[in-house]
Structures are given as C-alpha cells and as structure tokens.
C-alpha cells in the first residue's frame, strides 16, 4: 500500500488539500470583518466559475478524449463526451439527493433576524454536510489533475480554493451565530474542507491499483462534467445573486482569461 503514495501522489495531495482548507479562510473573514462585501463575492465566485468551466472544457476534457484515444482510437472522442456527459448526471443525482443550500450571507437578511439558535443550528448543520457532499468531487477533481499535469493541477486548485472561501463563510456565519463559538464555527469550516482530501484519498485507493488510459479518461470525463455543472449551477447563480452590476460577467471573463494566460504561460 505505502509503494502506491509516491512522491507525486503526496504532492497532488497537499496540492488537494490546500484548496480544501481554503474554506477556513472564509470563515476566518466572518470574524475579522462585519459583514461579507456583497460585490467582492460576486466576483469571486464568478471568477471561480469562469476558471472552472474554461480547464474543464479546454484541458480536462481533453486530456480524458486522448486517454480513450490509446485504447478506442477515433472513438476516443465519443467515450470522452459520454464521460463528460456521466459527470454531469452523477453531479445532478448527488445535488438531487443532498441539495446544496445557497443561503444569502448578508447578516442583516430575515434569516438571522429570526433570533432562533435552535432553527440557525440545524440550518448551519445541513449547509456544512451539503457543502461537504459537494467537496468530495472536487477533491477528486483537484488531485487527479495534479497528478497528471501540475500545471493545470495547481490552476484549478487556486479556482477551487476561492470558490471555497465564500462556502466557509455560508457555514461559519449560522454556527457563529447559533453557538456564539467562533472555535465551533471555524472547526466546521475546516472540517468540511478536509472531504476534499478525503475524496482525492478515497478515489485514489480505489482507482489507483486499476488505472487504465480508459479508466483514466473515464475519470477525466467525469470530472470535466461535475466541475462545469457545479460552475454553472452553484458558482455562477450564487455570484449573480450577490452582484450589484456587472460583477459576474466581469468575473466570469476575468476568471477564464486569468485561467487560460496561466496555461499558455506555464506551457510555454
């Protein structure tokens, strides 16, 4: 077992989780500021979507359509987007069964008005199980592009890690308020954020004594498609929701040029 844990499987894991302890950061910000900058966030995470959607679509993706090629040849093209499209309906299922909250973080919204820690409790409880459900594909996501490229490995970690700086905050916020324990509140946070390193163990266990070039594309395909679904159906709605102007769009833009000049400069 412990021949397995290379050097650049130990790497790919720090890499993994760094972007997941990023979820303390924000619940870091819930102290140290009075409330989140509605307009900053926005951008954030349209900027964390941006980035997503643009590695999945123009790397991941292909990386999984060139595995399915050394085995299937010109075929390769049609597992890939199977793959892809497999991705996208595993995410839909787990998003079906533990829907992921997507509470408004201003501290003056009527959620926190209602002054009932019991209510706050449990609704701050079933955010960090959803969020944590949801980093377990993203942890997988993130180790295993390190583990092929470190370049595209280490972009699409700095993308997750600001996309789980406000999911610190959407679980700090109602356990802070609910407990008055901001040591409760960050432990949730980190917590939460180490189901991506656990994923990454946990696929790589299961996966790693049987990888293929099929059954490595079929991973990339895979993650290609979770990590467009989750930039479309959570990053980008959320930074609209918190957006005042044009925040997202200009996020959005931003996060996939600042996404695409790293890989032409790391690929140079």
């Known amino acids: ?38 307009r900053m966030l926005a951008f954030g995470l349209a900027f964390a979507g941006g980035a997503m959607v643009y590695v999945s679509l ?11 090629a050394l085995d299937f ?7 890939g987007t199977f ?22 973080l201003e501290t003056d919204d009527p959620f926190f008005r209602q002054h009932n820690p019991a209510y706050i409790r ?7 199980a959803a969020i944590t459900a949801h980093n377990f594909p993203e942890g997988l996501a993130t180790f295993f592009a390190t583990l092929s490229d470190p370049t595209v490995g280490l972009a699409l970690a700095f993308a997750i890690a600001i996309h789980n700086v406000p999911e610190g905050i959407a679980i700090a916020v109602p356990v802070y308020y609910a407990t008055g324990n901001k040591g409760y509140a960050f432990a ?49 709605p ?11 769009v200009y996020g959005l833009v931003v996060g996939m040029g600042t996404m695409a000049i790293s890989l032409v400069l790391f690929n140079w």
């Open 1 to 38: 077992m412990t021949d397995i844990f290379t050097p650049d499987v130990l790497f790919a894991l720090m890499v993994t989780t760094a972007a997941g302890l990023a979820t303390g950061v924000g619940g870091l910000l819930v102290f140290t500021t009075k409330a989140p900058n509605a």
């Open 58 to 68: 123009t790397d991941i993706l292909g990386k999984s359509v060139d595995a399915f």
């Open 73 to 79: 040849g010109e075929r390769g093209f049609s597992y």
């Open 83 to 104: 793959a892809f499209l497999a991705g996208v309906l595993l995410i839909v299922i787990i998003d079906r069964l533990i829907p992921n909250p997507h509470q408004r």
């Open 122 to 128: 449990r609704v701050g409880l079933l955010t960090a």
């Open 188 to 236: 949730a946070c980190m917590l939460s954020g180490l189901a991506e390193p656990l994923g990454a163990l946990v696929g790589y266990v299961v996966l790693g004594p049987y990888m293929s070039d099929a059954l490595f594309g079929a991973v990339f395909g895979v993650i290609a498609g979770v990590m467009v679904f989750l930039a479309l159906d959570e990053l980008l």
């Open 238 to 248: 959320a930074a609209k929701r918190y957006a005042k102007g044009h925040e997202t």
